[in-house]
């Protein structure tokens, strides 16, 4: 328990209340209209992952190095309302920061005063945390949950991970982006179970993230207050407001804060996996969209024109917090990547890629995907 004399150092039941109360409420649809959407993209996300495994021929033997391919699928497809985006995460927060949490509170109770600091900021905290929550509800269309601990109205799968619909941002999207709301729905579905076939189809995936993670949270060093200004800052760019005095200077980040050398390592890896990840469901979607999607290409256009344009303050939030700038970059340069790999040495060539840790691509391969070709193509034919 990460707590001190009972008082967390985040109060995560205050941060989910907070973002319940402040996130947007939804479209406006009807009763029958809300059963009918969310039976559509349960059936959508179904015939997804047929659509995604023909494609990737990530079912096929040797994907996973296991004869016969990987195992169908244990993770839970929930479709969810904007309050279910925001308890799901704020669990997957709680379950992965844990680590770090209790290395602050050691050090905060080693404070004289620490407790009644702790009563104060983990509220604080929470506040914020919800703040910020809120917003990012109202933004998210879908999500793979890879850390998800399971739970009575939220479950996940033996392995850990759920994969979460959020239906009210996808009518709202569609809506925005006046196209067709069947093809809009099945496109979105294509995107997030690509990511539940790359965790499912590779077995060793979600451990080597989860150990990359807490090998850099292992490594941070940062005070409670330190924490809690950060936190406040990332809250306040929400909403367009800059501190007094910060006209001018460069966004600051935890990452900023506690990075040594070995972290940044660890940094380096983690992004040039998020890009592979989220540039292979770019890819993936696009590539089986013509066949099933009839509107893709009107999809595809007005969808990148929102997401060029939209993306700015939600992207600022997220690098205050995290320090992972990246995110838009992740899906433009990692699709890049998949695309020029599939081209030069087909489908099967690329997945090579999920053999092991050793063979993810490097961000330095990410920009240069020749470098990877080269390295693990090579290599394993012999070459010198």
């Given at each position: 328990?990460?707590?001190?004399?009972?008082?967390?150092?985040?109060?995560?039941?205050?941060?989910?209340?907070?973002?319940?109360?402040?996130?947007?409420?939804?479209?406006?649809?009807?009763?029958?209209?809300?059963?009918?959407?969310?039976?559509?993209?349960?059936?959508?996300?179904?015939?997804?992952?047929?659509?995604?495994?023909?494609?990737?021929?990530?079912?096929?033997?040797?994907?996973?190095?296991?004869?016969?391919?990987?195992?169908?699928?244990?993770?839970?497809?929930?479709?969810?309302?904007?309050?279910?985006?925001?308890?799901?995460?704020?669990?997957?927060?709680?379950?992965?920061?844990?680590?770090?949490?209790?290395?602050?509170?050691?050090?905060?109770?080693?404070?004289?005063?620490?407790?009644?600091?702790?009563?104060?900021?983990?509220?604080?905290?929470?506040?914020?945390?919800?703040?910020l929550l809120s917003f990012l509800a109202s933004r998210v269309l879908g999500q793979y949950e890879t850390f998800a601990p399971a739970s009575r109205d939220l479950p996940a799968g033996s392995q850990g991970?759920?994969?979460?619909?959020?239906?009210?941002?996808?009518?709202?999207?569609?809506?925005?982006?006046?196209?067709?709301?069947?093809?809009?729905?099945?496109?979105?579905?294509?995107?997030?179970?690509?990511?539940?076939?790359?965790?499912?189809?590779?077995?060793?995936?979600?451990?080597?993230?989860?150990?990359?993670?807490?090998?850099?949270?292992?490594?941070?060093?940062?005070?409670?207050?330190?924490?809690?200004?950060?936190?406040?800052?990332?809250?306040?760019?929400?909403?367009?407001?800059?501190?007094?005095?910060?006209?001018?200077?460069?966004?600051?980040?935890?990452?900023?804060?506690?990075?040594?050398?070995?972290?940044?390592?660890?940094?380096?890896?983690?992004?040039?996996?998020?890009?592979?990840?989220?540039?292979?469901?770019?890819?993936?979607?696009?590539?089986?969209?013509?066949?099933?999607?009839?509107?893709?290409?009107?999809?595809?256009?007005?969808?990148?024109?929102?997401?060029?344009?939209?993306?700015?303050?939600?992207?600022?939030?997220?690098?205050?917090?995290?320090?992972?700038?990246?995110?838009?970059?992740?899906?433009?340069?990692?699709?890049?990547?998949?695309?020029?790999?599939?081209?030069?040495?087909?489908?099967?060539?690329?997945?090579?890629?999920?053999?092991?840790?050793?063979?993810?691509?490097?961000?330095?391969?990410?920009?240069?995907?020749?470098?990877?070709?080269?390295?693990?193509?090579?290599?394993?034919?012999?070459?010198?």
């Amino acid at each position: 328990m990460t707590s001190i004399g009972g008082v967390e150092m985040v109060d995560w039941n205050l941060a989910v209340a907070t973002a319940t109360r402040f996130v947007r409420p939804g479209p406006e649809v009807s009763r029958d209209e809300a059963r009918a959407i969310v039976a559509e993209l349960r059936r959508h996300a179904k015939s997804s992952e047929e659509h995604v495994r023909a494609f990737t021929r990530m079912a096929q033997p040797g994907v996973t190095g296991e004869a016969g391919g990987a195992a169908p699928h244990d993770t839970p497809v929930l479709v969810v309302d904007r309050p279910g985006w925001i308890r799901a995460n704020v669990a997957g927060f709680r379950a992965v920061l844990k680590p770090l949490l209790a290395k602050m509170e050691d050090r905060r109770s080693a404070t004289p005063g620490g407790a009644v600091l702790g009563a104060v900021g983990g509220k604080v905290t929470g506040v914020e945390l919800g703040m910020l929550l809120s917003f990012l509800a109202s933004r998210v269309l879908g999500q793979y949950e890879t850390f998800a601990p399971a739970s009575r109205d939220l479950p996940a799968g033996s392995q850990g991970g759920r994969l979460l619909l959020v239906a009210p941002n996808i009518v709202h999207v569609e809506r925005e982006l006046d196209v067709a709301p069947h093809d809009f729905r099945l496109w979105v579905c294509l995107h997030e179970e690509t990511h539940r076939t790359q965790f499912s189809a590779v077995p060793w995936l979600r451990d080597h993230i989860e150990g990359e993670v807490q090998s850099f949270l292992a490594e941070t060093d940062i005070d409670p207050g330190t924490l809690l200004e950060r936190l406040r800052e990332a809250a306040q760019s929400l909403a367009g407001a800059k501190p007094e005095g910060e006209e001018g200077e460069e966004s600051r980040s935890l990452v900023d804060l506690v990075q040594t050398p070995a972290q940044r390592e660890i940094l380096g890896r983690l992004t040039a996996v998020m890009s592979l990840l989220e540039g292979h469901a770019d890819f993936v979607m696009d590539g089986v969209g013509p066949e099933v999607v009839p509107s893709v290409a009107e999809i595809r256009e007005k969808f990148q024109k929102r997401r060029a344009s939209g993306a700015g303050r939600l992207d600022q939030a997220l690098r205050k917090l995290l320090g992972l700038d990246a995110k838009l970059r992740q899906y433009r340069d990692g699709e890049r990547f998949v695309r020029s790999v599939v081209e030069e040495v087909g489908m099967d060539g690329f997945n090579r890629v999920w053999t092991s840790p050793n063979t993810l691509p490097t961000k330095q391969e990410i920009a240069k995907p020749a470098d990877w070709v080269a390295r693990v193509h090579r290599k394993a034919d012999g070459a010198p």
